[in-house]
């Protein structure tokens, strides 16, 4: 069964740092998503993506947030100058199409920022 | 926007017991997904019902859109079903999904 995949799984950055998380979504789906977890809260979204370009993006996807999808097949969320608080889990989701389709998520990617 | 609420937000109990979750939302949804964060923090994908009633083992799940709500029913609880159960819903026309707080089960041996 095809699956949403992310590395690393665990990244570990000094504040202040950039990090890039990594996706691989299911190979025919066309809307790809990113959230966040902080630990013992619930799942928010941060961003989504559709034809190369954010289609909606949250509060929390501030301008040290951006997001590419340099080939045709990877999806990449990138955090310039990282503060203690973007400690979280990152999830990547991706969906086939707009409308009646569920999103499939990735297995997510701890960052802790020390 | 749309407010998801979950309850109860904590549940133990013992082994082989029967539980039932419950997903109330605020304003009609497009779609509306269950899922199971295991030890681990990985979400798995538990159903994606915007309506009616689906079944898959031990697990069954109904949502009554009209009364905007859903159920998640677990039978015979195992060890392996403890963890954080979330629903999730996304209105018509907006694509990102809206979690709720989640229900931590526990099940003791």
């Known amino acids: 069964e095809p699956e949403v995949t992310q590395t690393p799984s665990h990244q570990v950055t000094q504040m202040g740092q950039e990090v890039i998380l990594r996706c691989v979504p299911i190979s025919n789906h066309l809307y790809f998503y990113w959230y966040r977890q902080i630990l013992g809260q619930k799942v928010e979204f941060l961003v989504s993506?559709?034809?190369?370009?954010?289609?909606?993006k949250s509060e929390i996807f501030d301008d040290r947030f951006s997001v590419e999808r340099p080939d045709g097949s990877n999806f990449t969320l990138k955090i310039r100058s990282t503060k203690l608080e973007d400690s979280a889990m990152y999830f990547c989701a991706s969906r086939e199409g707009a409308g009646l389709y569920e999103q499939y998520f990735g297995p997510g990617t701890r960052l802790t920022v020390t | 926007g749309i407010q998801v609420e979950q309850s109860p937000p904590d549940l133990i109990l013992q082994e082989g017991a029967n539980s039932t979750l419950r997903c109330n939302f605020s304003d009609s949804v497009n779609n509306l997904q269950w899922f199971h964060q295991n030890p681990w923090g990985q979400l798995i994908n538990l159903f994606y019902?915007?309506?009616g009633t689906k079944q898959n083992g031990r697990l069954s799940a109904t949502t009554v859109a009209t009364e905007r709500y859903s159920l998640l029913y677990i039978s015979s609880s195992q060890t392996t079903d403890s963890g954080v159960y979330f629903c999730?819903?996304?209105?018509?026309?907006?694509?990102?999904?809206?979690f709720g707080q989640g229900t931590r089960l526990t099940i003791n041996p």
């Open positions: 999730a819903v996304d209105r018509m026309g907006a694509q990102k999904l809206v």
């Open positions: 993506f559709y034809n190369n370009e954010i289609s909606e």
């Open positions: 019902i915007p309506s």
